[in-house]
């Protein structure tokens, strides 16, 4: 498919990358913020390119029910409609699947939802999934998959992932192709080394891919058994082509997938964090709601450069905080994504310079210090 991917470096398993797309370029590895229903919660799209982040995900499922594809096309497409100028990724609605379990019925054909908005009936099926996403105009589509939630016994992860591959061989022969656009394969096969390399087997063997994903992690198995997969299943797909961990996730753990051969990732922990008093600092987390805040004239990071840090004392956003004043998300959310946009630009310096080793062993160790009152 039309779209570039070049490593310009490697260090051990990992790769520092840059994906071409027609409306630019992702360096990797790569963090995409989630803006689900074409927004980044709490934070304008300027705002976010201000972060540093070269890409967004949208979601099928959701823009789907609200505004409507043939709306959001009719609007010029989704760069258009929200106003961001760079790379979009649309999840294929996949995860709902899973995670709307209780609101669908699934078939070889698709997946009949109820909309959890209204109740409104609908048919999902891989073809249609990519006509949504060519009408939204992502840059990079993502085939259709159903996701097992884990633990799951094999013989279930073998039927999901069986079907998984021949939902993806459909996806496929519905997109249209096009210069700087792109559809990604997603592995599946749970916890199960052997499932794992069957579906990364049939997606090579389907062929046309501009990269692959690595789905069904992040749900419910836990970070050992997360990084054991990890530890196999990205050797098992294509060395030059993009390798995107779907819906993940901590800082430790992009860490983690990136050592192990991962290029990008996503996750909504950020922006859900910043709604939720919890900021991320090289030291670990920060509930900026504890008491011991409230007459602490220090910035919530000193080497951070966001506006939050820059600009505001711990003591005030623990009062807006309280107040439950909107600024406090707004700062909240800026800070965490900014701050997983330095991991990211520092993880791919420390690739460039073969010395991620060493950059991971100061992250842990700095992780392991906690927000002590003694920076």
């Known amino acids: 498919m039309a779209l570039k991917f070049e490593i310009t470096a490697k260090c051990g398993k990992a790769r520092r990358g840059r994906l071409h797309t027609k409306h630019g370029i992702i360096n990797t590895p790569a963090f995409m913020p989630v803006?689900?229903?074409?927004?980044?919660?709490?934070?304008?799209?300027?705002?976010?390119?201000?972060?540093?982040?070269?890409?967004?995900?949208?979601?099928?499922?959701?823009?789907?029910?609200?505004?409507?594809?043939?709306?959001?096309?009719?609007?010029?497409?989704?760069?258009?409609?929200m106003n961001w100028n760079k790379p979009i990724l649309t999840d294929s609605g996949g995860f709902q699947v899973m995670s709307l379990s209780g609101l669908r019925k699934l078939s070889e054909d698709g997946v009949?939802?109820?909309?959890?908005?209204?109740?409104?009936?609908?048919?999902?099926?891989?073809?249609?999934?990519?006509?949504?996403?060519?009408?939204?105009?992502s840059n990079i589509t993502m085939c259709m998959d159903e996701c097992v939630k884990l633990p799951a016994?094999?013989?279930?992860?073998?039927?999901?992932t069986e079907m998984?591959?021949?939902?993806?061989?459909?996806?496929?022969?519905?997109?249209?192709?096009?210069?700087?656009?792109?559809?990604?394969?997603?592995?599946?096969?749970?916890?199960?080394q052997d499932l794992r390399a069957y579906s990364a087997e049939q997606l090579k063997s389907i062929g046309g891919f501009s990269g692959y994903a690595i789905g069904g992690l992040a749900v419910g198995e836990g970070q050992e058994k997360m990084f054991e997969v990890l530890d196999y299943a990205?050797?098992?797909?294509?060395?030059?082509?993009p390798r995107y961990l779907m819906g993940v996730g901590r800082p430790d753990d992009i860490v983690g997938a990136v050592i192990r051969g991962?290029?990008?990732?996503?996750?909504?922990?950020?922006?859900?964090?910043?709604?939720?008093?919890?900021?991320?600092?090289?030291?670990?987390?920060?509930?900026?709601?504890?008491?011991?805040?409230?007459?602490?004239?220090?910035?919530?990071?000193?080497?951070?450069?966001?506006?939050?840090?820059?600009?505001?004392?711990?003591?005030?956003?623990?009062?807006?905080?309280?107040?439950?004043?909107?600024?406090?998300?707004?700062l909240l959310t800026w800070h965490n994504l900014r701050y997983y946009q330095r991991l990211m630009k520092g993880l791919r310096t420390a690739i460039e310079q073969g010395n991620l080793e060493g950059f991971a062993k100061e992250f842990y160790q700095r992780q392991s210090l906690g927000d002590i009152e003694d920076l």
């Open 35 to 81: 803006g689900t229903c074409a927004t980044v919660k709490a934070m304008m799209p300027e705002s976010v390119a201000a972060t540093g982040a070269e890409i967004l995900l949208g979601n099928t499922y959701h823009l789907m029910l609200r505004p409507g594809a043939d709306l959001v096309e009719k609007m010029g497409g989704l760069h258009k409609f």
């Open 112 to 137: 009949a939802f109820a909309s959890h908005v209204d109740g409104k009936k609908f048919f999902l099926s891989p073809e249609e999934s990519i006509k949504i996403q060519h009408k939204l105009d």
């Open 153 to 160: 016994d094999h013989k279930r992860v073998q039927q999901s």
């Open 164 to 192: 998984s591959m021949r939902w993806a061989k459909r996806s496929l022969d519905a997109f249209v192709d096009r210069d700087g656009y792109g559809i990604f394969g997603i592995q599946q096969g749970g916890d199960y």
């Open 234 to 241: 990205p050797d098992m797909l294509p060395q030059d082509k």
């Open 262 to 330: 991962v290029d990008m990732f996503d996750c909504v922990m950020p922006t859900r964090s910043g709604r939720t008093s919890q900021a991320f600092t090289a030291r670990g987390t920060v509930n900026i709601r504890n008491a011991r805040h409230r007459e602490d004239e220090r910035p919530l990071e000193e080497e951070c450069d966001c506006p939050l840090c820059q600009n505001y004392s711990r003591a005030y956003i623990h009062h807006l905080q309280k107040c439950n004043e909107v600024l406090a998300v707004m």
